[in-house]
């Protein structure tokens, strides 16, 4: 009896729904395909069709891809399949871009062997006032083929399943819903900017999604934390729509580690019953409860610890004073105003190597403007302190630039010949042919390569201004225009391998001491997780190929515009004053295409310097609240080993 007791595993105790974690989208995508292919064949099988229900978004991709590769690669048949989508705005054409019936299509049923008589998506196109009846009968075909089988869903910021927001009923069918702003902005990279975004959606109601007989809730990345703990291990209320998964008989969520980090398992993992108290972990466990009890580090005590469920640190441990001055010298210990390592010295707990001295830098900036906004300050004291710094603009960023600056950059360029006494009839002409189309280009058409080409280059010569700004040689500046990026619309291609060899080439031709990249997995349209991605499997081939200089080469990971680092995360934290911050803020405000009203720039409306100084700040506060140096503002890094 006793054995069976020490047996007992309390790690997913927290949780009231039966969740399953894995390394990465990619992993937890082919888990879920796997899932409905075995549905699928099950119910071929027996000569029974399979009824799907469908979600869409950015969530589903990967999953939709891994079937339509179990179709053409494993012969799954999806002819005995039958799907109804969760939702679609409302009003919207149905082969607009952004629809979810283009979307389906693109994504998967182009691409499988379904029968087009069984595909079922809410209609988009229909007056008003026939969408009460068109939802009727959306509920009335479910039932008809006997209910849905298996219902894929992913999850909003606000916990919406489906376009069911906060406040919809349990009971609630297939009905025309008003969108919720915080979802209309979360959208909003969908669409060239917020006011295109529809206010109406028709959604499947909640008590639909509860009738299917098995769930599975998909969730990626560090901006669905929040809501998966709510929804799995908060209470049950309409207020968090996907918490009323907990009452479903058969339903499982696949999350990735990001989107797990605030499950109580890995939030607080000491509550889950014994574990292995490691450094890292204690410096998580005591700056959340200073964070938690308002408290410079040096200032809790025994009671805080037993208190906030750190009795069994303290045993293990000893006193509070001791445990607090060591989290305390790993705080400080991070914090360096020399973020290429300090030359000519001996500091054992420095985050960077002294040597050698200076350093070959590469900074990779997933979009034009990515260095200066995430880490323009470093990017400056790198520079200032002597290191051989490189800069890597990894794609264009065209599709970023506004219709109404290519005609204000055309109108100049034609201006400036006019006054240089320059009769140039082809740059005329290309304003012409561009005022032409952007006159008459509806909002689902592709930009012509021509004005695709225009949009990068001004963009282009935003980033090769910033670098002189800073101080950076042009022959440091290297503009990459990355293959997987130039699709000229929001979706982007997987990373391909011409991707990869160029960056490993770039790579082994400046043969690095320090590497810079965007470890912010938040971006709405996924560029900086593929421009990751691509250093990541750059480094591991040449390391696996043997490059000697590969073994002394460190990789720093910065955030982007729409996230920091966690405080306890921080291994290298670089102080600014109130100059550099400004230093900074001019250095951004060189993009111009990029300030004010900026297309796809995901649900924050702030201009992208004014989210860097708000999170830069926020650093610095935390880290004057937890008892350290109280500074203007700070750029934080994590460093990744491979």
């Not at 292919?37 to 969530?59: F, N, Y």
């Not at 490691?278 to 610890?305: G, H």
């Amino acid at each position: 009896m006793a054995d069976q007791i020490r047996e007992i595993n309390l790690i997913d105790a927290f949780e009231r729904v039966p969740v399953t974690i894995v390394d990465d989208l990619k992993k937890g995508s082919v888990l879920a395909a796997k899932q409905i292919a075995r549905l699928i064949r099950d119910k071929q099988a027996v000569g029974q069709p399979c009824v799907l229900g469908l979600a869409t978004g950015s969530t589903p991709k990967t999953l939709y891809a891994e079937l339509v590769r179990l179709h053409q690669e494993e012969g799954l048949s999806f002819k005995n399949v039958i799907t109804f989508n969760l939702d679609e705005y409302y009003p919207i054409e149905n082969d607009a871009l952004q629809s979810y019936n283009s979307y389906m299509h693109r994504h998967l049923f182009s691409h499988i062997d379904i029968d087009p008589g069984n595909i079922h998506i809410p209609n988009g196109e229909l007056p008003k006032e026939a969408i009460k009846q068109h939802c009727a009968d959306y509920e009335s075909k479910i039932e008809a083929v006997g209910g849905i089988d298996l219902q894929i869903l992913g999850i909003g910021n606000n916990g919406h399943i489906g376009f069911n927001e906060p406040g919809s009923s349990i009971y609630s069918r297939t009905r025309l819903i008003n969108l919720e702003n915080s979802t209309r902005l979360a959208n909003a990279y969908e669409f060239a900017n917020i006011s295109q975004v529809p206010r109406l959606a028709i959604t499947m109601g909640i008590s639909t999604i509860m009738k299917a007989r098995k769930v599975i809730l998909l969730a990626w990345g560090p901006a669905k934390a929040p809501v998966i703990r709510e929804s799995v291990e908060g209470n049950v209320t309409e207020q968090v729509p996907a918490s009323l998964l907990q009452q479903h008989s058969d339903c499982a969520f696949i999350i990735d580690t990001a989107a797990a980090a605030e499950l109580t398992r890995f939030r607080s993992p000491w509550l889950t019953g014994e574990m292995e108290w490691t450094p890292k972990l204690i410096k998580k466990a005591v700056v959340n409860m200073a964070i938690d009890r308002n408290k410079p580090v040096l200032s809790l005590t025994n009671n805080d610890y037993n208190e906030y469920g750190l009795g069994d640190l303290l045993v293990e441990q000893g006193d509070a004073y001791e445990i607090n001055l060591q989290v305390y010298y790993m705080l400080r210990d991070s914090i360096t105003g020399w973020p290429g390592g300090k030359p000519n010295a001996n500091i054992p707990a420095h985050p960077e190597r002294s040597q050698p001295s200076p350093k070959r830098v590469v900074i990779f900036s997933p979009h034009p403007d990515d260095d200066i906004i995430s880490m323009g300050g470093t990017f400056q004291r790198l520079h200032d302190q002597g290191h051989d710094v490189h800069v890597a603009y990894q794609t264009s960023g065209n599709i970023a630039v506004t219709d109404e600056f290519v005609t204000r950059f055309l109108d100049f360029a034609v201006g400036f010949e006019s006054i240089a006494g320059i009769n140039n009839e082809t740059s005329q002409g290309i304003l012409n042919d561009v005022r032409q189309f952007l006159g008459k280009k509806k909002s689902n058409q592709m930009d012509t390569e021509q004005i695709r080409a225009i949009k990068g280059l001004i963009r282009r010569c935003e980033a090769a201004a910033t670098c002189r700004y800073v101080g950076i040689a042009d022959a440091n500046i290297h503009f990459q225009n990355l293959p997987f990026y130039e699709t000229g619309t929001i979706e982007k291609k997987p990373m391909g391998e011409e991707d990869v060899l160029m960056t490993m080439e770039l790579l082994r031709k400046i043969q690095p001491h320090q590497v810079f990249a965007a470890g912010d997995l938040a971006d709405p349209h996924g560029t900086h997780k593929v421009c990751l991605d691509i250093v990541f499997e750059a480094l591991r081939r040449i390391k696996a190929a043997g490059d000697e200089w590969i073994g002394d080469c460190w990789l720093w990971l910065y955030k982007g515009a729409w996230q920091e680092w966690n405080i306890e995360e921080i291994e290298m934290a670089i102080p600014m004053s109130p100059d550099q911050v400004m230093k900074k803020r001019y250095g951004i405000f060189i993009h111009q295409s990029q300030k004010d009203m900026v297309p796809f720039q995901g649900s924050d409306s702030r201009e992208f310097w004014q989210r860097a100084e708000e999170r830069n700040s926020n650093t610095a506060n935390l880290y004057a609240q937890l008892g350290l140096t109280h500074y203007a503002a700070m750029e934080a890094f994590v460093r990744w080993h491979y």
